[in-house]
Protein backbone atom coordinates (compact mmCIF):
# COMPACT_ATOMS: atom_id res chain seq x y z
CA UNK A 1 0.00 0.00 0.00
CA UNK A 2 1.16 3.23 -0.85
CA UNK A 3 0.83 6.30 1.88
CA UNK A 4 -2.45 7.78 0.22
CA UNK A 5 -3.86 4.17 1.31
CA UNK A 6 -2.46 3.70 4.55
CA UNK A 7 -3.75 7.09 5.58
CA UNK A 8 -7.28 6.86 7.25
CA UNK A 9 -8.54 10.52 6.47
CA UNK A 10 -7.83 12.37 3.81
CA UNK A 11 -6.15 15.79 4.81
CA UNK A 12 -7.19 17.88 2.02
CA UNK A 13 -10.69 17.21 1.68
CA UNK A 14 -10.86 17.34 5.27
CA UNK A 15 -9.31 21.02 5.09
CA UNK A 16 -12.71 21.44 1.94
CA UNK A 17 -14.84 20.18 4.51
CA UNK A 18 -14.27 22.02 7.86
CA UNK A 19 -14.50 24.88 5.73
CA UNK A 20 -17.60 24.25 3.47
CA UNK A 21 -21.04 25.60 4.86
CA UNK A 22 -24.47 25.64 2.77
CA UNK A 23 -25.35 29.20 2.50
CA UNK A 24 -28.92 27.72 2.59
CA UNK A 25 -28.40 26.78 6.43
CA UNK A 26 -28.45 28.88 9.01
CA UNK A 27 -28.68 27.21 12.19
CA UNK A 28 -25.29 27.84 13.45
CA UNK A 29 -25.65 31.60 13.54
CA UNK A 30 -27.97 30.60 16.60
CA UNK A 31 -25.75 27.58 17.70
CA UNK A 32 -22.31 28.33 16.92
CA UNK A 33 -19.28 25.91 16.33
CA UNK A 34 -17.37 24.68 19.82
CA UNK A 35 -14.72 22.55 19.13
CA UNK A 36 -14.63 19.41 22.04
CA UNK A 37 -12.04 16.68 22.88
CA UNK A 38 -14.43 14.03 23.83
CA UNK A 39 -17.81 12.17 22.72
CA UNK A 40 -19.72 13.50 25.75
CA UNK A 41 -19.87 15.52 29.00
CA UNK A 42 -22.06 18.21 30.92
CA UNK A 43 -23.28 21.26 28.90
CA UNK A 44 -21.93 24.19 30.27
CA UNK A 45 -25.18 26.62 30.89
CA UNK A 46 -25.31 30.33 31.93
CA UNK A 47 -27.35 32.16 33.83
CA UNK A 48 -27.40 35.76 34.64
CA UNK A 49 -24.27 35.86 36.58
CA UNK A 50 -22.59 35.03 33.31
CA UNK A 51 -23.82 38.92 32.62
CA UNK A 52 -23.76 40.72 35.33
CA UNK A 53 -21.60 44.08 36.70
CA UNK A 54 -19.33 43.29 39.54
CA UNK A 55 -18.02 45.64 41.78
CA UNK A 56 -14.44 44.95 41.16
CA UNK A 57 -12.79 47.55 43.38
CA UNK A 58 -10.14 46.41 46.32
CA UNK A 59 -8.98 47.67 48.99
CA UNK A 60 -5.60 46.78 50.52
CA UNK A 61 -5.71 43.45 52.14
CA UNK A 62 -9.11 42.53 51.28
CA UNK A 63 -10.12 39.78 49.21
CA UNK A 64 -10.39 39.50 45.18
CA UNK A 65 -13.49 38.74 44.23
CA UNK A 66 -13.87 35.10 42.34
CA UNK A 67 -16.39 34.17 39.62
CA UNK A 68 -17.22 31.49 37.30
CA UNK A 69 -18.90 31.74 34.88
CA UNK A 70 -21.40 29.39 34.01
CA UNK A 71 -22.49 25.65 35.49
CA UNK A 72 -22.37 22.27 34.94
CA UNK A 73 -26.00 21.15 33.20
CA UNK A 74 -27.77 18.34 31.62
CA UNK A 75 -25.83 15.74 29.72
CA UNK A 76 -24.39 15.98 26.45
CA UNK A 77 -23.66 12.86 24.02
CA UNK A 78 -22.06 13.53 20.48
CA UNK A 79 -24.68 12.08 17.87
CA UNK A 80 -22.32 10.17 14.58
CA UNK A 81 -23.81 11.43 11.15
CA UNK A 82 -21.81 9.37 8.34
CA UNK A 83 -22.39 8.95 4.81
CA UNK A 84 -20.61 7.81 1.69
CA UNK A 85 -20.73 9.73 -1.61
CA UNK A 86 -20.37 7.70 -4.60
CA UNK A 87 -18.27 8.29 -7.87
CA UNK A 88 -19.21 6.17 -10.83
CA UNK A 89 -16.34 4.80 -12.45
CA UNK A 90 -18.32 5.94 -15.71
CA UNK A 91 -17.73 9.96 -14.50
CA UNK A 92 -13.60 9.42 -15.01
CA UNK A 93 -11.90 9.87 -18.86
CA UNK A 94 -8.90 7.48 -17.60
CA UNK A 95 -10.93 4.34 -15.15
CA UNK A 96 -6.81 3.19 -13.92
CA UNK A 97 -6.98 6.61 -11.59
CA UNK A 98 -9.31 7.83 -8.76
CA UNK A 99 -10.79 10.90 -8.95
CA UNK A 100 -9.20 14.25 -8.93
CA UNK A 101 -9.90 16.99 -6.05
CA UNK A 102 -12.60 18.16 -8.39
CA UNK A 103 -14.73 15.42 -8.39
CA UNK A 104 -13.84 14.12 -5.23
CA UNK A 105 -14.53 17.75 -3.25
CA UNK A 106 -17.78 18.13 -5.53
CA UNK A 107 -18.80 14.03 -4.18
CA UNK A 108 -17.97 15.26 -0.71
CA UNK A 109 -19.52 18.51 -0.88
CA UNK A 110 -22.90 16.34 -1.30
CA UNK A 111 -22.06 13.95 1.75
CA UNK A 112 -21.79 17.44 3.68
CA UNK A 113 -24.93 19.08 2.59
CA UNK A 114 -27.27 15.66 3.71
CA UNK A 115 -25.38 15.72 7.14
CA UNK A 116 -25.41 19.63 7.53
CA UNK A 117 -28.76 19.60 6.61
CA UNK A 118 -29.57 16.94 9.20
CA UNK A 119 -27.94 19.76 11.66
CA UNK A 120 -30.07 22.55 10.80
CA UNK A 121 -33.22 20.46 11.59
CA UNK A 122 -32.41 19.64 14.70
CA UNK A 123 -31.25 23.11 15.49
CA UNK A 124 -34.54 24.35 14.27
CA UNK A 125 -36.39 22.15 16.17
CA UNK A 126 -34.40 23.37 19.23
CA UNK A 127 -34.69 26.79 18.86
CA UNK A 128 -38.58 26.77 18.03
CA UNK A 129 -40.00 24.60 20.63
CA UNK A 130 -42.25 26.89 22.46
CA UNK A 131 -41.93 24.71 25.71
CA UNK A 132 -38.53 25.35 26.29
CA UNK A 133 -39.08 29.33 26.74
CA UNK A 134 -40.36 31.69 29.63
CA UNK A 135 -43.72 33.28 29.58
CA UNK A 136 -41.34 36.37 29.23
CA UNK A 137 -39.59 35.32 26.73
CA UNK A 138 -42.06 34.17 23.62
CA UNK A 139 -45.27 35.48 22.17
CA UNK A 140 -47.56 33.53 19.86
CA UNK A 141 -48.52 35.40 16.46
CA UNK A 142 -50.36 32.88 15.18
CA UNK A 143 -53.34 34.29 15.14
CA UNK A 144 -52.32 37.64 14.06
CA UNK A 145 -48.88 37.56 12.54
CA UNK A 146 -46.57 40.19 10.69
CA UNK A 147 -48.30 39.34 7.13
CA UNK A 148 -51.34 41.14 9.42
CA UNK A 149 -50.88 45.07 8.31
CA UNK A 150 -52.29 45.58 12.04
CA UNK A 151 -48.95 43.95 13.65
CA UNK A 152 -46.44 46.35 13.98
CA UNK A 153 -42.84 43.90 13.94
CA UNK A 154 -40.71 46.78 15.09
CA UNK A 155 -42.62 46.91 18.25
CA UNK A 156 -42.76 42.92 18.89
CA UNK A 157 -38.63 43.11 17.73
CA UNK A 158 -38.09 45.90 20.28
CA UNK A 159 -39.94 44.46 23.25
CA UNK A 160 -37.93 40.75 22.48
CA UNK A 161 -34.65 42.67 22.54
CA UNK A 162 -35.96 44.16 26.11
CA UNK A 163 -37.12 40.93 27.87
CA UNK A 164 -33.28 39.18 26.33
CA UNK A 165 -31.41 42.41 27.84
CA UNK A 166 -33.83 41.91 31.20
CA UNK A 167 -32.75 38.56 31.41
CA UNK A 168 -29.15 38.63 30.52
CA UNK A 169 -28.18 42.30 30.61
CA UNK A 170 -27.04 41.58 26.93
CA UNK A 171 -28.66 42.75 23.67
CA UNK A 172 -29.13 40.13 21.06
CA UNK A 173 -27.56 39.93 18.31
CA UNK A 174 -29.22 38.20 15.70
CA UNK A 175 -32.70 37.69 14.90
CA UNK A 176 -33.25 34.33 12.59
CA UNK A 177 -36.32 33.88 10.54
CA UNK A 178 -37.78 31.43 8.58
CA UNK A 179 -38.63 32.01 5.06
CA UNK A 180 -42.38 32.62 5.34
CA UNK A 181 -41.27 35.04 8.34
CA UNK A 182 -38.79 37.28 6.06
CA UNK A 183 -41.59 37.70 3.42
CA UNK A 184 -44.35 38.70 6.02
CA UNK A 185 -41.74 40.88 7.49
CA UNK A 186 -40.54 42.59 3.83
CA UNK A 187 -44.38 43.42 3.11
CA UNK A 188 -45.36 44.73 6.49
CA UNK A 189 -46.76 48.24 6.02
CA UNK A 190 -45.05 49.53 9.04
CA UNK A 191 -41.50 48.47 7.36
CA UNK A 192 -42.50 49.46 3.90
CA UNK A 193 -43.22 52.93 5.57
CA UNK A 194 -39.45 53.36 6.63
CA UNK A 195 -38.49 52.88 3.19
CA UNK A 196 -39.98 54.83 0.57
CA UNK A 197 -39.74 54.19 -2.97
CA UNK A 198 -38.73 50.18 -2.39
CA UNK A 199 -40.64 47.58 -3.23
CA UNK A 200 -41.03 44.60 -0.34
CA UNK A 201 -38.39 42.70 -2.38
CA UNK A 202 -35.85 45.34 -2.64
CA UNK A 203 -35.40 45.18 1.30
CA UNK A 204 -32.92 43.48 1.93
CA UNK A 205 -31.61 41.70 5.04
CA UNK A 206 -29.02 44.34 6.21
CA UNK A 207 -31.53 47.11 5.63
CA UNK A 208 -34.01 45.17 8.05
CA UNK A 209 -30.99 45.17 11.13
CA UNK A 210 -30.82 48.76 10.54
CA UNK A 211 -34.76 49.43 11.09
CA UNK A 212 -34.94 46.74 13.82
CA UNK A 213 -31.54 47.53 15.61
CA UNK A 214 -30.06 43.81 15.60
CA UNK A 215 -26.72 43.37 14.42
CA UNK A 216 -27.79 40.38 11.50
CA UNK A 217 -31.00 39.13 10.27
CA UNK A 218 -30.42 35.74 8.68
CA UNK A 219 -33.11 33.58 6.59
CA UNK A 220 -33.65 29.71 7.43
CA UNK A 221 -35.37 28.55 4.01
CA UNK A 222 -34.36 24.82 4.47
CA UNK A 223 -36.66 21.83 3.26
CA UNK A 224 -37.00 18.72 4.10
CA UNK A 225 -38.92 15.90 2.62
CA UNK A 226 -40.96 14.05 5.02
CA UNK A 227 -42.11 10.12 4.89
CA UNK A 228 -45.12 11.46 3.12
CA UNK A 229 -42.85 12.48 0.10
CA UNK A 230 -43.74 16.56 0.92
CA UNK A 231 -41.53 19.13 1.59
CA UNK A 232 -41.98 20.46 5.02
CA UNK A 233 -39.83 23.82 5.76
CA UNK A 234 -37.47 22.86 8.80
CA UNK A 235 -37.64 26.52 10.39
CA UNK A 236 -42.01 26.16 9.86
CA UNK A 237 -43.24 29.73 10.32
CA UNK A 238 -41.43 30.59 13.37
CA UNK A 239 -38.68 33.68 14.03
CA UNK A 240 -36.07 33.64 16.84
CA UNK A 241 -34.13 36.85 18.02
CA UNK A 242 -31.04 35.61 20.32
CA UNK A 243 -27.71 36.56 21.79
CA UNK A 244 -25.19 34.16 20.49
CA UNK A 245 -21.40 34.00 20.80
CA UNK A 246 -19.04 34.83 17.96
CA UNK A 247 -18.10 31.95 15.75
CA UNK A 248 -15.73 29.58 16.69
CA UNK A 249 -15.77 30.70 20.39
CA UNK A 250 -14.95 28.22 23.52
CA UNK A 251 -17.84 26.69 25.39
CA UNK A 252 -17.04 28.91 28.33
CA UNK A 253 -18.47 31.92 26.51
CA UNK A 254 -22.05 32.98 27.44
CA UNK A 255 -24.32 31.95 24.05
CA UNK A 256 -27.78 31.09 23.51
CA UNK A 257 -26.71 28.00 22.47
CA UNK A 258 -23.99 26.22 20.70
CA UNK A 259 -23.04 23.10 18.66
CA UNK A 260 -20.87 20.91 20.70
CA UNK A 261 -18.55 19.52 17.42
CA UNK A 262 -15.66 17.05 17.82
CA UNK A 263 -12.60 18.40 16.70
CA UNK A 264 -11.24 17.93 13.07
CA UNK A 265 -15.03 17.45 11.95
CA UNK A 266 -16.41 16.72 9.68
CA UNK A 267 -13.58 14.56 8.41
CA UNK A 268 -13.32 12.87 5.17
CA UNK A 269 -11.68 9.28 5.05
CA UNK A 270 -9.54 8.17 2.28
CA UNK A 271 -11.73 7.24 -0.63
CA UNK A 272 -11.62 3.46 -1.78
CA UNK A 273 -12.41 1.43 -4.86
CA UNK A 274 -16.35 -0.41 -4.10
CA UNK A 275 -15.49 -3.13 -6.94
CA UNK A 276 -19.90 -4.34 -6.83
CA UNK A 277 -20.29 -0.82 -7.50
CA UNK A 278 -17.58 -0.18 -9.86
CA UNK A 279 -17.33 3.72 -8.03
CA UNK A 280 -15.35 5.23 -5.94
CA UNK A 281 -16.56 5.82 -2.45
CA UNK A 282 -16.05 9.04 -0.12
CA UNK A 283 -16.70 8.36 3.63
CA UNK A 284 -17.83 11.50 5.62
CA UNK A 285 -18.31 11.42 8.98
CA UNK A 286 -19.43 14.46 11.40
CA UNK A 287 -19.74 14.19 15.05
CA UNK A 288 -21.73 17.02 16.74
CA UNK A 289 -24.50 17.78 18.88
CA UNK A 290 -26.17 21.11 18.90
CA UNK A 291 -27.40 22.49 22.60
CA UNK A 292 -28.98 25.11 24.18
CA UNK A 293 -26.78 26.41 27.17
CA UNK A 294 -28.78 29.76 27.72
CA UNK A 295 -32.51 30.01 27.07
CA UNK A 296 -32.99 33.35 28.62
CA UNK A 297 -30.46 34.58 25.98
CA UNK A 298 -33.62 33.80 23.18
CA UNK A 299 -36.77 34.88 22.25
CA UNK A 300 -39.45 33.51 20.30
CA UNK A 301 -42.12 34.60 17.64
CA UNK A 302 -44.37 31.50 17.10
CA UNK A 303 -45.90 31.96 14.00
CA UNK A 304 -44.63 35.16 13.11
CA UNK A 305 -45.09 34.38 9.09
CA UNK A 306 -48.05 32.08 9.59
CA UNK A 307 -51.06 33.34 7.13
Do not use: C
Not at 10 to 31: K, R, S
Not at 115 to 142: C, F, H, M, R
Not at 166 to 187: E, M, P, Q, T
Not at 222 to 248: F, I, K, Q
Amino acid sequence: MNSRQVRMVDPVLTNIALGYQNAEFVGHHLFPRANVQVTGGQVIEFGTEAFRQYNLRRAPGANTVQVQFGYAGKKFALVQDAIEAVVPREWLRDAAVTPGIQLGSRAVTLGLDIVQLALENEQAALATNASSYGTDNKIDLSANSWADPSRNPISDVSLAQEAVGDGIGRDANVLLLSGSAFAALRSNPHILARFQGLSAGAISREQLAQVLDVERVVVGRARTENASGNMVRSWGDHAVLAYAAPANSSVEQPSYGYTYTMESHPLVETAYYDNNRKSWVYPVTYERSAELTGISAGYLFIGAGAK
